[in-house]
Every structure is written in structure tokens, then in C-alpha cells.
């Protein structure tokens, strides 16, 4: 069992800059796959970004590229979603999940995460 703890969602203005946490706890030992997702209202669950556990190979969707940056910090168990240049199209729910694979073509794909956090809400206004 793995548990995944959000924060550091909020309103900011757009071009503005948030970093969100999560914190994970249980067996982590046997996750490779850290993921961020977001969830705009009116839409599906879309896959922001990924850490591979192995390598430290990182992985992000076109829209963010430049923009978001992953990183995990081991000794607090923790992994980040640093957020600049936001734009009010980045607004939604952003959730963090893990798995126990990693499949570096399809990192996206919800259904490849075993595990998954509250969320916590991102707000960019124009």
C-alpha cells in the first residue's frame, strides 16, 4: 500500500509560479512511476508529467514542456511539480500517482498508475 499526500495548489495570477508536493508513504520501495495529472472541469484526467524512479528520467506533456519541472527529493520521500509561466489553461485538479511500472510511451496513461492522491486544486487567472 502506498499513500500519496498533495499540496501547494492555490489562485495565482497568470505567468505566475507554483510548486506542488507530494509526499509519499507505505511501500515505496517497489514504485518506478511518480506521476503528475490534472483534471480541468468538463474533462478527462490528463497525464502532466512523470519521474522515473529508475533512471531519473523525466517526461512531460507538450503543452508544459518548458514550463514545469518534476524532481524527487528521496530522503523526504517527496516528489515536486515546480509550475512556471502559468496560464489559465493550466487550471484544474492536480493529482499525483504512483506505480509499479514504467512504461516510458505510455507514462500518461492513467490506468498504469496503482495509486493515487487527493488532488489539490490549481486556480490561474487571466
Known amino acids: 500500500q502506498v499513500r500519496l499526500a498533495e499540496s501547494g495548489g492555490g489562485l495565482v495570477q497568470a505567468g505566475g509560479s507554483l510548486r506542488l508536493s507530494c509526499v509519499m508513504s507505505?511501500?515505496?520501495?517497489?514504485?518506478?512511476?511518480i506521476g503528475w495529472f490534472r483534471q480541468a472541469p468538463g474533462k478527462e484526467r490528463e497525464g502532466v508529467s512523470c519521474?522515473?524512479?529508475?533512471?531519473?528520467?523525466?517526461y512531460y506533456t507538450d503543452s508544459v514542456k518548458g514550463r514545469f519541472t518534476i524532481s524527487r527529493d528521496n530522503a523526504k520521500n517527496t516528489v515536486y511539480l515546480e509550475m512556471s509561466s502559468l496560464k489559465p489553461e493550466d487550471t484544474g485538479v492536480y493529482y499525483c500517482a504512483a506505480g509499479y511500472n514504467f512504461f516510458a510511451t505510455a507514462w500518461y496513461r492513467r490506468h498504469l498508475y496503482d495509486y493515487w492522491g487527493q488532488g489539490t486544486q490549481v486556480t490561474v487567472s487571466s
Open positions: 519521474f522515473s524512479v529508475s533512471d531519473g528520467n523525466t
Open positions: 507505505g511501500f515505496t520501495s517497489n514504485v518506478y512511476a
